[in-house]
């Protein structure tokens, strides 16, 4: 329902091109990672994805009138910003092992210029502590009405080197940014 809807406000003003669909695996858990340059960022990536995604959203927005009564029905759930949130990283975890596809935004903010920033450890985290499928996603814009949106999803990222070698979160934060910036690279 809420896809749909999504789908009639923003599909018209939006000339979405979805490149990569095909590398989001059909089924296990997926750990979607994708740049963040503004709000919309994950109802674009919810209705491009080939499969229904479970987001973490701030803490503060499920106070918002209306809004806080929406985002548990649209698989939102909500993560303390700023600290080490347990309940949300087993939440996280807990959709990755039940097959499900986990969206995060690894720089834990919007983009004030645009540009990729530095991942946050909690991609990396979720990446080695479950089995999860990583592919990368890119939004490449800008966010303006009528213009071309792209949306690129790459492919699964080979994570058996890194649980194996015992990589930390922040090493693997660190390769999941890099193939974001390969793909707004690659698609600018």
Do not use: W
Not at 41 to 70: C, N, Q, W
Not at 87 to 116: C, I, Q
């Amino acid at each position: 329902m809420g896809r749909t809807i999504v789908n009639i406000v923003l599909f018209p003003i939006y000339q979405f091109k979805v490149i990569g669909k095909e590398n989001v695996p059909a089924d296990g858990g997926v750990l979607l990672c994708c740049n963040h340059i503004h709000n919309f960022d994950p109802e674009v990536v919810g209705i491009t994805s080939p499969r229904p995604i479970h987001f973490m959203a701030k803490e503060e927005l499920f106070s918002v009138p209306v809004l806080g009564k929406i985002l548990p029905h649209i698989n939102a759930f909500p993560v303390k910003r700023g600290f080490s949130d347990r309940g949300a990283l087993r939440k996280g975890l807990d959709v990755l092992n039940d097959g499900k596809v986990l969206g995060l935004f690894p720089e834990g903010t919007r983009s004030k210029t645009g540009e990729l920033g530095k991942g946050l450890a909690g991609a990396g985290f979720f990446a080695l502590r479950s089995q999860a499928h990583i592919v990368p996603c890119a939004i490449i814009g800008p966010y303006k009405p009528f213009k071309r949106l792209k949306v690129v999803y790459g492919k699964p990222i080979q994570m058996d080197e890194y649980r194996n070698n015992k990589a930390s979160a922040e090493q693997v934060t660190e390769v999941i940014m890099n193939e974001i910036k390969q793909l707004i690279t690659a698609h600018t």
